[in-house]
């Protein structure tokens, strides 16, 4: 598996939404991410800079800036980690990010790992140390865990764009977990005035907050109707969509050659072995076409309720639902489904519509 291709797989895992989330959120307000998440205050012409260089292996590096600190250039490099990494750890790939960095830009850096899930980053060192003489490395890095910083200074700061954020950070001593989320969407509310650049907010506050809030807690404080309208949840359904019909049309390609090979030789053995074989093989990649559109409609439609279960209950009990729906056959039926998924009032209330009309 090539790197391209290792990525590719990667940005299908669970977790990609909240990546999507992450990066989405840092590369519109980098000014404010590296100087108020990161508290870089004295950090100047902030440049992002594409990290399609910086592939390594099966990993991407997150974020790179370009960044004058006291007046000399440097690099802010920051990684996002939803959970623990534990088939490759942390500082092992820290090392490659930081060495990789410094090859290309020549530059001092400064390296972060932020750490989004409450439980997430405990046992990170923060460093990679080998101690052999005359061969000694140490390479150390920011660990930064959401769940330990005060949410309220990124309030108080006005800043907008990392509101999301501040849902997953250290709400004030005399505020439970509900009252700060219900504080952190008032924010939004309240702090920014363009009503599309606030929905936007809401919807990413919403997907990040899935990883420390309930689903329902979630829908007391935010109108589901602004997360449909949101061009994040857009861009979900889209790749749910594409991946669905990309998935079914090579499916079926490769029923629809194997087919048309066995029909041509049975085909030739009548008619001639060229003959049967030219003609079955066009008649099975026709009906290959056909069954992997067909196929591909039905894939799209199954992962676009199952993204969109996900996305409003924030509930891995979504995806367990996917085999039953795979089981449908009808397409009028996934859709009136697919209809169901953005409306139902809870995800119970979908599995026993669901349920009945299987």
Not at 92 to 107: N, Q
Not at 172 to 194: G, K, S
Request: glycine share 6%; proline share 3%.
């Amino acid at each position: 598996m090539n790197s391209e291709q290792a990525t590719s797989k990667a940005t299908t895992a669970p977790h990609a939404r909240f990546d999507t989330v992450t990066k989405r959120v840092v590369q519109r307000h980098p000014a404010a991410f590296v100087r108020n998440l990161l508290a870089l205050k004295n950090a100047e012409e902030i440049e992002v800079i594409e990290t399609e260089q910086l592939t390594l292996r099966t990993h991407r590096a997150d974020s790179f800036f370009r960044v004058k600190i006291d007046g000399k250039s440097v690099i802010v490099h920051c990684e996002f980690q939803t959970h623990d990494s534990k088939d490759n750890p942390m500082p092992f790939r820290m090392v490659g990010y930081i060495g990789r960095g410094i090859e290309l830009h020549r530059l001092p850096i400064y390296s972060y790992v932020i750490y989004l899930h409450p439980r997430a980053g405990r046992a990170d060192p923060g460093e990679y140390r080998q101690d052999i003489a005359g061969h000694n490395i140490f390479v150390q890095y920011q660990v930064i865990r959401l769940s330990e910083m005060e949410g309220q200074a990124i309030l108080d700061a006005k800043q907008e764009g990392l509101i999301c954020f501040a849902s997953l950070m250290k709400p004030p001593a005399d505020m439970d977990a509900p009252q700060w989320l219900r504080q952190c969407v008032e924010a939004v509310e309240t702090i920014t005035q363009d009503a599309s650049r606030k929905d936007e907010y809401l919807a990413e506050l919403a997907v990040l907050a899935g990883l420390a809030y309930e689903s329902q807690t979630i829908r007391d404080f935010i109108v589901e109707e602004i997360m449909h309208e949101s061009s994040i949840i857009q861009y979900f359904t889209e790749q749910a969509t594409e991946k669905g019909i990309e998935q079914g049309l090579q499916q079926g390609i490769e029923q629809g050659l194997q087919q048309g090979i066995e029909q041509g030789l049975q085909q030739g053995i009548e008619q001639g072995l060229q003959q049967g074989i030219e003609q079955g093989l066009q008649q099975g990649i026709e009906q290959g076409l056909q069954q992997g559109l067909q196929q591909g409609e039905r894939k799209s439609t199954v992962e676009a309720i199952v993204e969109a279960l996900e996305v409003r209950f924030q509930s891995e009990v979504a995806r367990l639902l996917k085999p039953s729906l795979e089981a449908i056959d009808d397409l009028q039926h996934l859709k009136r489904l697919r209809r169901e998924a953005l409306h139902a009032p809870t995800l119970e209330e979908f599995v026993l519509l669901a349920a009945n009309e299987t």
